[in-house]
């Protein structure tokens, strides 16, 4: 991915080639993020922005195709373009603003064009949308933005042609990021899951009904702070590897739940670091790697812990600066990996970041795609 663009490129650099962009739009700059093969090779799920005038969350999960035809939105679809097509409603809904801040505003119901309005402290105000899509049997919710934060609530709507529901009200208070990034498939393509920006992992159907539609992931109470996971290679279908960033004190735990686990199991094995923002299963199930730190004033490096023996081996092997690593994707036959090489680890303030390769062992290490983002391994190409 280079900022607005998913690309592809062979292993040795050859026919690098944008597969999609963000549709231009005057005054605003999109960006994709987080692209993730589906197990068989036909289609990358991947989250982008491009959409967050129309939709609940700022940011979205789309699938497309590798010859970049048959867009498609999973979370909140379908996208804007066919929602056009379905038949049309009213909603109304109601927002105050118990505080001092007055906006702008940006009010959105899914299915409908946004709003905007100036809506002073202490004031309620009613909006009425017309010509929202009927996407089905389903709540649309409403929620309202000041660019930074969401605001929403119960308020939500079944839409019904040729009528006007009332979605209800939403109060200006309490505001939180809503979103979708990191898709990651099941092993068998069922479901893609994905974070949100608290650190809650979710999942929806490969192809969803219309519609504001997910289930959680794990419980999200019981696994608080686990910001990064993985569905299993089909040898372990069902379970997950997530990082558990939650205990504040230098260290973080990988954990190998079931979907939908309730409790958090005890950790597989502890990694010195604040956060690990990326980690992978070995592609026969027999281990994992994942991003760490030595010590805390160290570049990411990548590691692979294997079960069997409860052994840690360092792989990778940059120096500081330029040459720390923030993301990575490990080849389906295990002998090579692409990753992430950047300036920042926390992207704020990178100046540079390109994609390099390596072999498995750390050896024939080589520059990949100057500018490129966020690397992913079609599951079907060695």
């Known amino acids: 991915m280079k900022g607005s663009e998913l690309h592809l490129v062979e292993p040795d650099g050859s026919n690098d080639h944008v597969v999609w962009t963000t549709p231009p739009v005057q005054g605003a700059s999109y960006t994709v993020s987080g692209p993730a093969w589906r197990p068989d090779g036909t289609e990358i799920a991947f989250a982008s922005d491009h959409e967050e005038a129309l939709s609940p969350y700022e940011t979205d999960i789309y699938g497309i195709r590798p010859d970049g035809k048959a867009l498609r939105k999973l979370t909140n679809g379908p996208t804007r373009t066919r929602q056009l097509t379905f038949a049309k409603g009213a909603v109304q809904v109601t927002v105050s603003n118990p505080t001092y801040d007055s906006g702008p505003y940006w009010i959105i119901v899914l299915g409908g064009?946004?709003?905007?309005?100036?809506?002073?402290?202490g004031s309620t105000r009613t909006y009425t949308f017309r010509d929202v899509?009927?996407?089905?049997?389903?709540?649309?919710?409403?929620?309202?933005?000041?660019?930074?934060?969401?605001?929403?609530?119960?308020?939500?709507?079944?839409?019904?042609?040729?009528?006007?529901?009332?979605?209800?009200?939403?109060?200006?208070?309490?505001?939180?990021?809503?979103?979708?990034?990191?898709?990651?498939?099941?092993?068998?393509?069922?479901?893609?899951?994905?974070?949100?920006?608290?650190?809650?992992?979710?999942?929806?159907?490969?192809?969803?009904?219309?519609?504001?539609?997910?289930?959680?992931?794990?419980?999200?109470?019981?696994?608080?702070?686990?910001?990064?996971?993985?569905?299993?290679?089909?040898?372990?279908?069902?379970?997950?590897?997530?990082?558990?960033?939650?205990?504040?004190?230098?260290?973080?735990?990988?954990?190998?739940?079931?979907?939908?686990?309730?409790?958090?199991?005890?950790?597989v094995a502890t990694f010195r670091g604040f956060y690990a923002p990326d980690v992978h299963w070995v592609p026969d199930g027999s281990g994992f790697y994942i991003l760490s730190q030595s010590d805390l004033v160290s570049p990411m490096q990548i590691f692979l812990y294997t079960f069997a023996t409860g052994l840690t081996e360092q792989i990778s092997d940059v120096s500081l600066g330029y040459d720390t690593i923030r993301r990575f994707s490990v080849s389906p036959d295990g002998r090579r990996i692409a990753f992430e090489r950047t300036d920042d680890p926390f992207e704020l303030m990178a100046t540079r970041t390109d994609l390099w390769i390596m072999d498995r062992d750390g050896s024939n290490l080589r520059l990949l795609a100057t500018g490129g983002r966020h690397p992913t391994w079609n599951p079907t190409r060695p």
Request: charged share 20%; net charge negative.
């Open 113 to 121: 064009e946004v709003q905007m309005d100036v809506i002073p402290g």
């Open 133 to 267: 899509a009927d996407l089905g049997d389903v709540r649309q919710p409403v929620v309202v933005t000041d660019g930074r934060v969401r605001f929403f609530g119960t308020a939500s709507a079944d839409v019904k042609p040729g009528q006007t529901v009332d979605a209800g009200s939403i109060m200006l208070a309490g505001g939180t990021p809503l979103g979708a990034q990191e898709p990651f498939w099941r092993s068998d393509a069922s479901r893609v899951g994905y974070n949100s920006p608290l650190c809650s992992l979710e999942s929806i159907a490969a192809v969803p009904s219309p519609g504001w539609s997910y289930e959680p992931l794990v419980a999200t109470d019981a696994f608080f702070g686990t910001c990064h996971g993985e569905w299993g290679p089909p040898a372990a279908a069902s379970d997950l590897l997530l990082v558990d960033s939650s205990r504040g004190d230098g260290f973080v735990d990988v954990l190998r739940p079931s979907e939908h686990a309730t409790t958090k199991p005890a950790p």
